[in-house]
């Protein structure tokens, strides 16, 4: 890691919370010291990638073309699909488009999403190298929190995106996409920190971005989450 990646980092760390790093070698020792190489977070999909994207772009169109929820359908100004490397072993899965997202078409691009790039990248990853999406596909006007009905209507979406895109690990951004993944009705605090199965991946619960930014104080949580979380791909934070 050259001092600029390493400062980058360090940023990276401190947006996302984690402002008391273990006591080691030196910041200079560390920037000329040999780095462990970075994680391996993709690796050859499970079906052929053609027939992946050709799946994946399949279901964008069934997504865009969805009219299930008549009240979404009507308020929304696009759907908003998911973004992110279809070979990713981990996915983040959150709630639903705000509405930066609903005018961008890109998952996490407000002020939850920053923050979340900044907890990703003190993964020592980048968006481009995960994939995120949400339960629901399309804006819940005023940003309320989804109707039971919309997660159903969006479930054979969610479900089918992630069956295509088989990552190891699911992350799940706060209550809606933890009930609405693994059907757990314990609050967050209580499903964090600890690991559950959802088919083939093992899945990791945590706090909301959009909730750290109301808490703070939560970030602390949030980090031994993605430390937990990256100890699976044997890289230590
Ligand atoms: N919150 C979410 O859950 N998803 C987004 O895409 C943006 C904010």
């Not at 605090?189 to 600890?194: S, T």
């Amino acid at each position: 890691m050259n001092p600029v990646q390493l400062r980058q980092h360090l940023e990276s760390l401190a947006a996302a919370g984690v402002l008391d790093l273990p006591r080691g070698p030196s910041v200079a020792a560390v920037s000329q010291s040999p780095q462990p190489a970075p994680p391996r977070v993709q690796t050859p999909p499970r079906v052929q990638t053609a027939d992946l994207l050709a799946g994946l772009d399949v279901l964008r169109s069934e997504v865009a073309a969805c009219q299930q929820c008549a009240e979404l359908a009507s308020s929304r100004k696009q759907t908003v699909f998911g973004a992110g490397s279809p070979t990713a072993k981990i996915c983040f899965l959150g709630e639903a488009p705000g509405a930066d997202e609903d005018a961008q078409g890109e998952p996490f691009v407000g002020k939850a999403g920053q923050l979340l790039t900044k907890i990703i990248e003190a993964c020592r990853l980048t968006r481009d190298e995960v994939y995120i999406l949400n339960v629901l596909k399309c804006r819940p006007p005023g940003n309320r929190r989804p109707l039971p009905d919309e997660v159903t209507n969006c479930r054979g979406f969610f479900e089918r995106q992630l069956s295509l895109l088989s990552p190891d690990v699911i992350c799940c951004l706060g209550a809606t996409a933890a009930q609405a993944l693994l059907g757990a009705t314990e609050p967050i605090g209580k499903l964090r920190g600890q690991w559950f199965r959802y088919r083939e991946a093992a899945v990791i619960c945590t706090y909301h971005p959009s909730y750290l930014l109301r808490n703070p104080a939560a970030k602390r949580d949030v980090w031994d989450d993605m430390k937990l979380m990256m100890r699976h791909f044997d890289v230590q934070l």
